[in-house]
């Protein structure tokens, strides 16, 4: 079965820290650029990061930009999105999704998924 399966969300107080995986099953994530999305209660999902497959390119949000850092590591088919100095607007159920090489990230988001994995909620309250 071909699947994205995230890991990692929690409650955390304002100025935490959580790091976020995303494990690929069924297929390599070598040959595909991966992205990582959120959808907070009552508004629409967005899009919060991308690495490219090749080079690693890193693309980020302005929203998100400076506190979180996506990275992947290929021998273990596993991505990750690290927030650092988490806010409360950071709320939100947290999605990764993988696109093949040759479409790869639109800035820091993916257009047309082809994978998306379940999600992982993220809660930032004192």
């Known amino acids: 079965q071909l699947q994205l399966v995230e890991f990692g969300g929690g409650l955390v107080q304002p100025g935490g820290s959580l790091r976020l995986s995303c494990a690929a099953s069924?297929?390599?994530?070598?040959?595909?650029?991966i992205g990582w999305f959120r959808q907070a209660p009552g508004k629409e999902r967005e899009g919060v990061s991308c690495i490219s497959h090749g080079d690693g390119s890193t693309h980020y949000a302005d929203y998100v930009k400076g506190r979180f850092t996506i990275s992947r590591d290929n021998a273990k088919n596993t991505a990750y999105l690290q927030m650092n100095n988490l806010k409360p607007e950071d709320t939100a159920d947290y999605y990764c999704?993988?696109?093949?090489?040759?479409?790869?990230?639109?800035?820091?988001?993916?257009?047309?998924?082809?994978?998306w994995g379940q999600g992982t909620q993220v809660t930032v309250s004192s």
């Open positions: 069924g297929f390599t994530l070598d040959y595909y650029a």
């Open positions: 999704a993988a696109v093949n090489y040759w479409q790869g990230c639109s800035g820091y988001v993916i257009p047309e998924p082809d994978y």
